[in-house]
């Protein structure tokens, strides 16, 4: 199986800041990776799409980037609604997850 | 617009079988790929199956197959996921997801249903 390892696990930041996080995969998966933001007690929203296409609705501070084994979901501009956890996701050979991020405030 | 509504999760029994249900609508359900991913308490996403439109191809994880079957019932556009030999690590919340496109693999989930809670316990 594929294995995605997203980093950071947690971060702390403040509204406007910039935050980046990573998702690394075990091989290649070419652009098969996507994110979701997961709020508490609510289920998983897709952002970004074939590791750089946003989502019809989502903000464009979002965006994505990366191909192969290495991809970067970044916010331009962190905004209160967006605390939340971040996972990524690798649909190119038996779906998986990376461990997810916790986006807290500072 | 797209909901995706569970049922059928609860309480069962260490080696018992509980069968999860998701009813969908706002679109045409045969033209789409669906998938079952949970998320045990306090923990990530974890991929379970999936099932292509047509229902004629499914795949599992490693840590349901055999256990677990997939099906769909596209005249009542309703997802199934049979879970059987439940085990306490089985407890989790089971989200049906809607995949982009008919085939289950390299789609993306662009809609979730709020999840249905699987507790194994006796």
């Known amino acids: 199986d594929i294995q995605m390892t997203q980093s950071p696990s947690a971060l702390s930041a403040s509204v406007g800041d910039r935050v980046t996080i990573t998702c690394r995969a075990s091989q290649s998966i070419s652009i098969y990776l996507n994110w979701y933001q997961q709020k508490p007690g609510k289920a998983p929203k897709l952002l970004i799409y074939?590791?750089?296409t946003l989502q019809s609705g989502v903000p464009s501070r979002f965006s994505g980037s990366g191909s192969g084994t290495d991809f970067t979901l970044t916010i331009s501009s962190l905004q209160p609604e967006d605390f939340a956890t971040y996972y990524c996701h690798q649909s190119y050979s038996s779906d998986t997850f990376g461990g997810g991020t916790k986006v807290e405030i500072k | 617009e797209v909901q995706l509504v569970e049922s059928g999760g609860g309480l069962v029994q260490p080696g018992g079988p509980l069968r999860l249900s998701c009813a969908a609508s706002?679109?045409?359900?045969?033209?789409?790929?669906m998938s079952w991913v949970r998320q045990a308490p306090g923990k990530g996403l974890e991929w379970v199956s999936a099932i292509s439109g047509s229902g004629g191809s499914t795949y599992y994880a490693d840590s349901v197959k055999g256990r677990f079957t997939i099906s769909r019932d596209n005249s009542k556009n309703t997802l199934y996921l049979q879970m059987n030999s439940l085990r306490a690590e089985d407890t989790a919340v089971y989200y049906c997801a809607k995949t982009s496109i008919p085939s289950p693999y390299s789609g993306y989930f662009d809609y979730w249903g709020q999840g249905t809670l699987v507790t194994v316990s006796s």
């Open positions: 706002g679109f045409t359900f045969s033209n789409y790929a």
């Open positions: 074939d590791a750089s």
